[in-house]
């Protein structure tokens, strides 16, 4: 993925470890190996403003009333591993957040594209007048 945004050591990221469902036979039952990841948002200095408010756009749900993230990691069996997927994540919403949107360019319609739309407009104005009453001349 790249070097990490946030380190696995950061101040604002708290880990919980909890019990999984899935795959594991008793070893579910006995080991807490999922992972919740908590990430408070509001009190992370090393994000710019910017970049804290694209990520309350796109976490929608996965943010708090206190403004913490929290992501689930329970993909894997073993603790370690559902760790690094979840910070992993967290590091990709962080990109995600941080990358600027492009602005569109809007294109002009080339000579022949407005010929062929004007031809159109022709040939349908010629239809509806066509289908006017028919004059008897004499």
Do not use: C, W
């Not at 696995?8 to 470890?17: G, M, W």
């Not at 967290?90 to 602005?103: D, G, M, P, Q, T």
């Amino acid at each position: 993925m790249g070097s990490p945004v946030i380190k696995s050591n950061d101040v604002s990221i708290e880990y919980r470890f909890v019990r999984s469902s899935g795959p594991g036979g008793q070893n579910v039952n006995k080991v807490a190996t999922a992972v919740q990841l908590r990430f408070d948002i509001v009190q992370a200095g090393s994000l710019s403003e910017t970049v804290k408010e694209n990520i309350f756009k796109l976490a929608g749900n996965r943010i708090n009333y206190r403004g913490i993230l929290i992501i689930d990691a329970r993909k894997y069996r073993t603790q370690e591993r559902n760790k690094h997927d979840a910070l992993d994540r967290l590091n990709a919403l962080i990109l995600k957040a941080s990358a600027r949107e492009k602005k569109r360019v809007p294109s002009k319609p080339t000579y022949q594209s407005k010929l062929k739309r004007l031809d159109g407009k022709r040939r349908q104005s010629l239809k509806k007048v066509n289908r006017g009453k028919a004059r008897l001349t004499d």
